[in-house]
Structure formats: C-alpha cells, structure tokens
C-alpha cells in the first residue's frame, strides 16, 4: 500500500486507492478501511499514545487521515467512570461507563466518526458535507463543519427532537426536514450522493467515518491501564459502534498493547426498533427491516447499514443483544442521573436497561468487568422526562418559609418512607 | 403498465452510464431478468457465484422498501418508481480476519442455498 491505509471490499477483497467511495463496483457490497498494522506499528505504542494529545487524536496512526494530517477539534477522550451505585442497584460490583455524554463538541460519540469524515472530506477537496441523521451525527456535523469552514446540509426526520434542530441550525447548517423516517432520509441521500459532488459522512464517506468509532475501544483499553474488559454493552442504531469498538480491541491485540482476550460484546435496541437484538435473539443471519416506534430516536433505524456484522460480531464473541420498551428506557435515564450523576439520552437510557437486564438474567456475571457504553447526552431528549417532576409552589425569600417548607418536606418523606400513602 | 427504474452510480460501470429505465415488468423477478437482459454485462455482478440476488442490493417502489410490500409478491403498478440501492454499511475488517462470507447451509437433498431476505425468496428455504 502507499498509504497506510486504503479501501477493500467487505465481501469480494477487491482494492481501491482511498477516495470518497462506499460500494465496491464488482459485487456492490460495502467498503471497508483496511489499516496497514505493520506500518502503524513502531508509531502506535503505549508511550508515544501517551505523549500524545488528550483526545481521540492520540490513536491519530491507527485513523485513515494523512499523516500530517492536523486535527482541530478535540474530541474524544472521554471519562471512563466506575459506577457502583448503579452497580449495587443492578447486581453488579465491577461496572464501568464510557461517558460520551461529555463527548467534545456537541456531546456525543458522532464527534469521533464525524471528525474522521471531515477529517477526509477535507483531503477530497469538497467544499460542502452533509449526512442523513437521527440528530446527534447532525449535531456533529454542523458544528464541526463550522469549524472547518465547509457548507453543510443535514437532512433529517421531520418528527427529531426540537433540541437536536436548534442544536444543528445554530452553527449556520442548513437543515432539511424530510417527512418520512430515519431510512427514508438514508435512502435520499443516497441519491443525492450519487448526483452531488458533496462529502455525506455516512454515505460516501462512511468507511472513513465509520473508523473514528475505533477510539471508543482504544480508550476503554488505555484507561483501564492497557487491559480489555470481559463485557462491553452498546446501545445498536446502524450498528457500527459495536463492530468498530471489536476492531479497535482486534487491532490493540494485533499490535500486542493489550493482551488477547475474548470480550464479550452485547448489544441494545429498543422494543420499538429492534432488527438487530431481534437477529441475535432469533439466530437468523440476515436482518429483517423494522418500521421504527421508539422514544430512542437516535437508535431508530429500521433498517441498519451494519446489523448483519453487528450479529455476527456478538454471536462471534459469545455475547448477547437485549430490547427494552420506552418505560424501561425513562426509567433508566432518571436512575442513571440518581446514582452516577450522568445524564444521558434515550440511547444511554437504552444501554443501561439491558445493562441491567444482562444482570438480571445472568448473561454477566457480577464480578466481571462490565463497561456500559453511554454515548448521548441528557440535555437533548429532555422531552422523554416532560411532567416526571413536579414542581412546588415557589416561597418567599424567608429563612421562616424555608424551614417551613423543610419541614412540609419531612413530612412528605416519613408518610412515602411509611408507605401510608404509597400508591 | 411501464415502472421507470432508477439505478445507482455503482451499476454505470456495467450499463454503459445509463443511470434509467423504463420497464414493462410485472414484479421483482421479472425486473431483475429484464435489467439483466438489458445489460449483459449486469448479471455476474448483480448475481453471486450460486445465482443469487447479492444481499446488499436493495430495492424501493416509490418511497417504501420492497419487503414491506410483499418482495417477490409485489406486482408493480403502472407509474411506479423503482430505487435500486446497495446498503450502505461498514463492518470490521481487521488484519487476519476471517472474510465474512455468505452463510452456507446444507440442504436435506444435499444442495446448497443462502438464507437471506435479499434474495428474492420470501421465506428461508432452508426451514429455518
């Protein structure tokens, strides 16, 4: 190779030289970004990571962008918390999240795949980018776009949240609304791909794009002290975060940073959108399309790019996927934020349900390392929490009316502690 | 009855640019024969080595996904729009890994088949 990097086939292994190309033109299967290892290999060690800078661009010599490539936004590099609150409510004792709530800029994991994309976008020479989204990739988008100073057009469903459209159309992006669902606005952008010289990240730019997504699995492993988890949960929208965080542990293994081991990987969906835990449930290996019905927009995707090598990357790995209905999702964004002080979206609220359901039905065991992948912030989908908290009368600014209102308070707990007026 | 048919950037490499067509075919099968009639050159692209429609090829009527509507079973109206797309997906592709290929099942009478919703066959014929 020329490049440390370039395209290959998924299915034939036919080469192409790197250009914004996602369909090989023989067997018209996907393409994949083949990294040369080798040539990666003295530059890519545990010092020299170290030495880098703190964000996903520290593992810049396993990321398809040239190598003098020099990065401006800084995302990634996020924390990975112990959760033993959470832990002690689900039966579990060694349970991690990998916080991409606070993901840099717009607080979520698209950062990562966005700044990748633009990242080669940018090489291409194209002046405008663009992406079909269920939000949290327009977000990233838009305001990395910004950033870099290219147009941007960001389609999406006509129904998203209002806080993911105010989110992309305050950095300047042009907005389309489509009226139809997430793989409606896939599918036209697709079409506009074929007829615009524009960079879609997810499109045609998608095997660079879906690289960035690597970064998740290195600093899992790096802040863990250079060791790999025994399960890792993902919340599955397209799919390709599970399969990419697997590659990122394949390749850390390959390049002898960590030891080898078989993670476990298990993926989420909800109910209302679940082709993929609905693959892996029923042991089929092919995906049947969904009609999404979900309050987790940003995993509503019916009929996902990579669900076919997500199944195969959890049944490979001697994991799981679970689907868990639009109660269960509230319910554990609110006891996420009571117990961890994370706040995460639907997505999160998905993640820590089936957390929670692996627990409970012993596909994890409690003693084993557990990372719970959080990759959305709260902040977006405040709507799911509309009327779940009542709001008190307001007081007088008064130490009097305070302790009254203490007291009230007290009150009210006793009776709920009591169980007198419970239910 | 005519369904114009609107083909991808990655099928101009075998159908000499033309992006379009116009059909008279009644269904799915009967489309995909017509395309491959059409422009020889199609087929053992469009096919895999056992004769299969290749998994990622996806096919739309109008704004909807042919599987929703029957797939094989569907009968085009006059008028219909016919998108012909290849999924766009990523996967894992690191360095020793195993190629993923079809799953091959062996069949009672000892033939082979692929068990996939993108071959045409609306259920597995493996009984699976």
Known sequence: MAAAYELRCRECGKRYENAPLSICDEC????????????????????????????????????????????????????????????ERIGARNLWLKNDAVCLPTLSFKDRVVAVALANAQTFGFDTVGCSSTGNLA????????????????????????AKIL??????????????????????????????????????????????????????????????????????????????????????IALGLVEEKEVRFFGAQATGCSPIATAVKTGADHIEPQRPATIARSLAIGNPADGIYATRAIRESGGWAEDVSDVEIVSAIQELAETEGVFTETAGGVTTAVTARLYAHGRIRPDELTVSCITGNGLKTTDVLQGAYEQHAAIRPRLGDFETYLAERKEEGELVAGGEYVR | M????????????????????????????????????????????????????????????????????????????DGDEVLVIPSIAGGSFAEGDTRFGQEQKQMPNGGQCKCCSYCGQEECVCGD
Request: aromatic residues 10%.
């Open chain 1, 167 to 252: 989110n992309t159309q305050v950095y300047g992006a042009t907005l389309v609304r489509i009226d139809g669902n997430y793989d409606h606005v896939n599918r036209l952008c697709s079409q506009i791909a074929d007829r615009y010289n524009w960079g879609f990240v997810n499109v045609n730019l998608r095997p660079y794009y879906a690289e960035g997504s690597k970064t998740v699995g290195f600093e899992i492993a790096e802040q863990l002290g250079w060791r790999l988890p025994d399960n890792v949960v993902v919340p599955m929208a397209g799919g390709s975060l599970i399969v990419k965080i697997r590659k990122a542990f394949q390749e850390l």
């Open chain 1, 139 to 162: 977000n990233a988008v838009a305001a990395q776009a910004a950033r870099l100073g290219l147009k941007a057009y960001i389609l999406v469903p006509a129904d998203l949240e209002a």
């Open chain 1, 28 to 87: 018209f299967s996907p393409l994949e970004v083949f990294v040369d290892l080798d040539a990666a290999r003295h530059r890519f060690t545990r010092e020299a990571i170290a030495d880098g800078p703190s964000s996903m661009w520290r593992y810049q010599a396993l990321l398809p962008v040239p190598d003098d490539y020099v990065p401006t936004t800084p995302a990634g590099w996020t924390p990975l918390l112990r959760a033993p609150r959470l832990a």
């Open chain 2, 2 to 77: 005519s369904v114009r048919v609107l083909l991808p950037n990655a099928f101009q490499k075998h159908t000499n640019g033309t992006r379009e067509i116009q059909s008279s075919a009644g269904n799915l099968p009967a489309l995909i024969t017509e395309m491959e009639t059409t422009f020889p050159a199609l087929r053992s692209h469009l096919r895999d080595e056992s004769g299969q429609v290749r998994k990622f090829i996806n096919f739309y009527v109008n704004e909807e996904d042919i599987r929703f509507l029957g797939n094989e079973k569907y009968s085009f109206q």
